[in-house]
């Protein structure tokens, strides 16, 4: 329902799953350290640079949307009909094949930036 709706969601081929970099499968415990690890790492405050902050501002609010929706057992269960309703565009032109343990590509975008603005930041100050 979230996915469908949400305007301001860049790629709906991306769900809430991969805002978190978790599998579907994957417990209420597992999600919870997931937005956990997320809010350290994307916090706005603790971005000094304005344009670094509002993009964290940008990726909290989506990382909170999902975990708003993921934490909560009525509204996860929905969420899990809807994908199973609705599914993305790609998966159903792409060949069945088993799934791997990958990172999603989500999470691998977070933490490409999380490098670059690292850099910066030690860059700007001098480091």
Same mark, same amino acid.
């Given at each position: 329902?979230? &996915?469908? *709706?949400? &305007?301001? *969601?860049?790629?709906?081929?991306?769900?809430?799953?991969?805002?978190?970099?978790?599998?579907?499968?994957?417990? @209420?415990?597992?999600? &919870?350290?997931?937005? $956990?690890?997320?809010?350290?790492?994307?916090?706005? @405050?603790?971005?000094?640079?304005?344009?670094?902050?509002?993009?964290?501002? $940008? *990726?909290?609010?989506?990382? =909170?949307?999902?975990?708003?929706?993921?934490?909560?057992?009525?509204?996860?269960?929905?969420?899990?009909?809807? $994908?199973?309703?609705?599914?993305?565009?790609?998966?159903?032109?792409?060949?069945?094949?088993?799934?791997?343990?990958?990172? =999603?590509?989500?999470?691998?975008?977070? /933490?490409? /930036?999380?490098?670059?603005?690292? &850099?910066?930041? =030690?860059?700007?100050?001098?480091?």
């Amino acid at each position: 329902m979230e &996915r469908i *709706q949400d &305007r301001h *969601q860049e790629n709906p081929a991306l769900t809430h799953y991969d805002d978190l970099g978790v599998y579907p499968s994957a417990s @209420d415990p597992e999600i &919870r350290e997931a937005y $956990l690890g997320l809010v350290r790492l994307l916090h706005p @405050d603790s971005h000094r640079d304005k344009n670094l902050k509002r993009f964290s501002e $940008l *990726q909290m609010k989506r990382v =909170s949307r999902a975990y708003a929706v993921l934490s909560d057992v009525e509204r996860r269960k929905l969420y899990n009909a809807q $994908l199973e309703e609705n599914p993305a565009p790609d998966e159903d032109e792409a060949p069945a094949r088993p799934r791997r343990k990958t990172i =999603s590509a989500h999470a691998l975008i977070t /933490w490409g /930036w999380l490098i670059c603005a690292s &850099r910066v930041l =030690s860059a700007s100050a001098g480091l």
